[in-house]
């Protein structure tokens, strides 16, 4: 069965898996390694597995993972929790004790060795999750898998595999078949919606389009470019959707949020309209006052999770549930000969706030003894070309990732932001170079998230990946650092050297995986960017971050009199402008003649 297995998964597109080998999968394993058409990876964790997956199918569209019984199941949790918030569908298959030794877990904890009880640890996280019993119900739970993985929303699913059914004998003729379910359109109603939508369209000044990661799920980026023709307004990105519109695009108006930057935010909170499409605008792209968020707009949101458009946060005015890709196509065959009566100096006031409010001022070269994160981005996306893949952690890194690079087109950028775990980017980065081998990889990474999968520099040297790696070392955690100095007086509680969060020599750490070792000490060196990119192999780069370098601008929570914990406005990030700044800002439009929500 263990062969069939195999040939399912290349049937079904599957050409690439990663893998940890182990006894529990050990027909399985030898069916991969006799597959013609299956390539397999070793990481040198579970988790390793999971997260390259997720990355390789963020790309090829499908990622699979390969797990062995109890702890190398669990392992790979962590990996199927960022597939499950970031919506990518994926493949786990893990092996299990054979079928007499599986414990009746009511009484028992277990029987077999390394056996657990890993379907009801993993159900919350999948769309799917389901032990194999009967050897002839493979194919259906496979395609049932399948399918739920890539419908709807899509997300992880996981299959598990006893080891006897592994070795069992099938015969094709009695494998049972999955039907598909018949379907709801839930799309049937969006005819009365979209005249909502236009009629709000129609009564707008100052509409703002927001365009989430499920654009590109849903396959809509080419009808994406045929609607920007015809409505001509501002785009904001989520970190979901940063790649989504290259940094020249005339329609480009910023990424928002507290992390965001201040044009983009600018723009979100002084629109009178906001068509979200494929974004779950959950608190981490709004903050925590989500109360004030665009409050001079009517907000529609257009999501194909119908449970995204009632949470408890953002509330929203119109909440349509459909695909971004068939939403977008309906839109376009209504609006194509509609004229809209937008303000004519909104698009010329986004611009000026582009020009007035760029992420890199005088400030961030006023250190000259270290690289300052965000020039760095800056920099990097000089140097950067058309098709290269751009991955990065989820600290400092994914900060300056977002505020201060600029996508160019057909270029990819993304970070596991929804669950964030530290140690996400060396093996996203090395799921994406398997999924595109002749694509230039290019990893930023904290160094406390990189040593967190550091085993996997074991993966690149033993495929000799040609990912091109930058380390911010700041001597540790600088998101827990900047917590506990505004919270806590500076009590800093490890996150730094002196708490037992110390780093290795990068220099010895590249050469014992056979990897060029580089280094940037300051923003003069910042050039060196450009050479050390065009270097052959796998390369290490050390990047000199200030240990006091924080997050600016940022839109934070602070201490009130009493005690309690407070966000600001997003339009209101530290450093903090004048007082009078902020309120012409935020009275541009109030004025006679202009609209006032």
């Not at 199918?57 to 699979?64: N, P, T, V």
């Not at 280094?519 to 006091?548: D, H, Q």
């Not at 004025?591 to 929500?597: D, F, H």
Request: net charge positive; hydrophobic share 40%.
């Amino acid at each position: 069965m263990a062969d069939f297995v195999a040939q399912w998964l290349s049937e079904h597109g599957i050409t690439d898996i990663f893998s940890v080998s182990g006894g529990g999968i050990m027909f399985l394993c030898d069916a991969i390694g006799k597959s013609q058409k299956i390539n397999y990876f070793s990481t040198r964790h579970e988790q390793g597995s999971a997260i390259a997956a997720e990355a390789y199918s963020r790309i090829k569209g499908l990622g699979a993972c390969l797990v062995t019984t109890g702890p190398g199941a669990t392992n790979a949790i962590t990996g199927v929790a960022c597939a499950w918030y970031d919506s990518i569908p994926m493949i786990v298959i893990s092996g299990q004790q054979k079928r007499e030794l599986i414990a009746d877990y009511t009484k028992y904890r277990n029987l077999g060795p390394q056996e657990a009880n890993i379907i009801p640890m993993v159900t919350p996280i999948t769309k799917y999750a389901k032990t194999i019993m009967n050897p002839e119900s493979i194919k259906r739970e496979l395609d049932k898998a399948l399918y739920l993985a890539t419908s709807g929303r899509p997300g992880p699913v996981w299959i598990d595999i006893p080891l006897d059914i592994q070795d069992s004998i099938i015969e094709d003729e009695k494998l049972d078949s999955f039907r598909l379910p018949k379907t709801i359109n839930k799309n049937q109603d969006l005819a009365k919606y979209l005249t909502k939508v236009i009629d709000l369209l129609k009564d707008a000044e100052r509409p703002v389009l927001i365009l989430g990661n499920g654009v590109r799920l849903s396959g809509a980026e080419v009808v994406l470019k045929d609607l920007l023709a015809i409505l001509r307004i501002p785009v904001l990105l989520p970190f979901g959707g940063l790649d989504l519109l290259p940094e020249n695009s005339p329609y480009m108006a910023g990424k928002f949020g507290p992390g965001g930057q201040r044009r983009g935010n600018f723009v979100l909170q002084n629109s009178d309209l906001v068509l979200s499409i494929g974004a779950s605008l959950n608190v981490a792209s709004i903050g925590f006052n989500y109360a004030s968020v665009a409050p001079k707009a009517k907000k529609i949101m257009v999501n194909i999770d119908p449970n995204e458009l009632t949470k408890p946060t953002l509330k929203v005015d119109l909440g349509i549930e459909a695909d971004a890709k068939y939403f977008i196509e309906q839109m376009l065959r209504r609006i194509t000969k509609i004229k809209f009566n937008f303000d004519p100096r909104w698009m010329t006031i986004v611009n000026k706030w582009k020009k007035s409010y760029p992420s890199i001022t005088d400030e961030f070269y006023q250190d000259k003894k270290h690289v300052n994160s965000y020039v760095f981005y800056e920099k990097l996306s000089e140097y950067t070309r058309s098709g290269d893949i751009i991955v990065t952690g989820i600290g400092l890194d994914a900060c300056g990732l977002y505020q201060a690079y600029k996508v160019k087109s057909a270029q990819r950028a993304f970070v596991n932001k929804n669950f964030g775990p530290m140690g996400w980017g060396l093996p996203a980065a090395i799921g994406a170079q398997v999924a595109e081998p002749t694509k230039r990889i290019v990893l930023v990474t904290g160094d406390g998230g990189l040593l967190l999968n550091a085993q996997e520099l074991g993966t690149i040297d033993a495929y000799r990946l040609p990912i091109k790696i930058f380390v911010f070392n700041n001597n540790g955690y600088e998101s827990i650092r900047s917590t506990q100095k505004r919270f806590f007086e500076g009590r800093f509680v490890g996150a730094d050297p002196s708490g037992g969060v110390t780093n290795p020599d990068f220099k010895f750490l590249a050469k014992s995986y056979r990897m060029m070792y580089r280094t940037i000490r300051n923003n003069g060196e910042l050039s060196r960017i450009a050479n050390y990119l065009k270097l052959k192999g796998p390369v290490l780069v050390e990047v000199n971050i200030a240990f006091a370098q924080e997050r600016v601008p940022k839109a934070s929570s602070y201490k009130r009199a009493d005690g309690k914990l407070e966000s600001r406005p997003l339009e209101d990030m530290a450093p903090f402008l004048p007082e009078g700044e902020i309120y012409k800002i935020m009275h541009t439009f109030v004025v006679k003649g202009t609209k006032n929500l």
